[in-house]
Nanobody
């Protein structure tokens, strides 16, 4: 059983930056692919970024356009999402998720956090 807890969401002005954190319980964190998804009101949950076990391979959604960086610290059972140049369209509830296999689909992830709210205002 893996429990994920996100933090770091906040209100931020357009063009600002935030770093989200996600800490996992359990023993097998280093073997999981970890990802960030987001869900805006009235929209489906969408993939943002993932980082494979070992940390060498990362993937980003097209809309990220080089603004976000995902990283992990297996000693701390944690994954991070550094977000720069935030725009109002980035406003959403951001979720951390774990997968034994990876991918960019919601159904490929077996553990989810409760989400952390990011609100970008102009």
């Amino acid at each position: 059983q893996v429990e994920l807890v996100e933090s770091g969401g906040a209100w931020v002005r357009t063009g600002g930056s935030l770093t989200l954190s996600c800490t996992a319980s359990g023993r097998s964190f280093s073997s999981y692919t970890m990802a960030w998804f987001r869900q805006a009101p009235g929209k489906e949950r969408e993939f943002v970024s993932r980082i494979l076990w070992g940390g060498a391979t990362t993937t980003y959604a097209d809309f990220v356009e080089g603004r976000f960086i995902i990283s992990r610290d297996d000693d701390k059972n944690s994954v991070y999402l550094q977000m720069d140049s935030l725009q109002p369209d980035d406003t959403a509830l951001y979720y951390c998720a774990a997968s034994r296999f990876g991918g960019s689909q919601v159904g490929q992830y077996f553990a989810w956090g409760q989400g952390t709210q990011v609100t970008v205002f102009s």
